[in-house]
């Protein structure tokens, strides 16, 4: 049995991978500032503290008292096209919150850390996104990803600090934020469903994503520490196969019982155009494991989503740049 901080386990991912490392026979315990996660969510096996990886004092006291043998960094503010328009906040959650768990777990002598990087560090014109090509991120979320990737390989060199980084992309499945208008499209658009509200897409639709469902991705990030060949390596985790935002949108209507539900088109935002990953080397390391499709995992998110009901979050308050901010987000 291993000793687990899981930050962002409160949120969508992180409460899943929690899940995972409990079912493993592991102890968790959970950090999360609750500013986009649900208490509820997260398991009752496992220990809630509440507070922020920005929080660099919480942080060094949790580790040196709990001296966990592995930490699992999922807390983020995942917001990548909002993040051009927010990057103090961009940076002080993704990449400060970040060093200030690196330096714990270096302090703490972790044995591994396992870190939810994202597919936006390739930045456009790179599909399919392979490992080893030269990440060149096109908004800030990408780059501090990107940046806090370069820590831990540093880390790893001077300190020895063992590191596994996943780069998942578009995941989505039971717990996602439904109500966030800012991020997770199959959530947004599941909510919208319930509203009544016709599916909000920036500009054609013709953009196209390979939508994951986290019940295939969460075993593997739980694991990962355990797999041999795993650790300081890079993987894309996720689904394979590219689908169009406005064939996304009519596969979610039928998923929740509104086959033709009507869409509106806003002013396309700057963004990757596609983006799809190529999954050797995960296979290679980690050996096949299960698929789920995207019509079963959005029958699955639907049956969840219906249970729980429409949910209404605040716009974002800490705007820093109004210049080019999409009209819908103001």
Known sequence: MQKCLVTG????IGAHVAKSLLDQGHSVVVLDDLSGGF????????KFVQGSVVD????????????FDRIYHLAAYAAEGLSHFIKRFNTTNNVIGSVNLINAAVLNKVKCFVFTSSIAVYGPGQVPMREDVQPLPEDSY???KYSVELEL????????????????HNVYGELQNIGDRYRNVVGIFMNQVMQGKPLSIFGDGRQT?????????APLIASAPQVPGARNQIFN????TPVSVLDLAREVGAAMGSPGHPVIHHEERHEVKHAFADHEKIRAVFGDHPTTSLEEGLR????????????????FQAIEIYENLPASWR
């Open 300 to 315: 699955k998110m639907a049956a969840w989503a219906r249970r729980v009901g429409a949910r209404e979050t605040p716009k």
């Open 237 to 240: 985790i996720g689904a394979d």
């Open 9 to 12: 386990g409160a949120g969508f």
């Open 153 to 168: 390989a540093a880390s790893q060199r001077i300190f020895g600090l063992d590191y596994v980084i996943f780069r998942p």
């Open 142 to 144: 990408g780059i501090a």
């Open 39 to 46: 208490v509820e969510n997260v398991d009752p096996r496992a």
């Open 209 to 217: 994503r390979a939508f994951s469902y986290i019940g295939d991705l």
């Open 56 to 67: 660099h004092e919480l942080v060094l006291r949790l580790c040196a008292a709990e001296r």
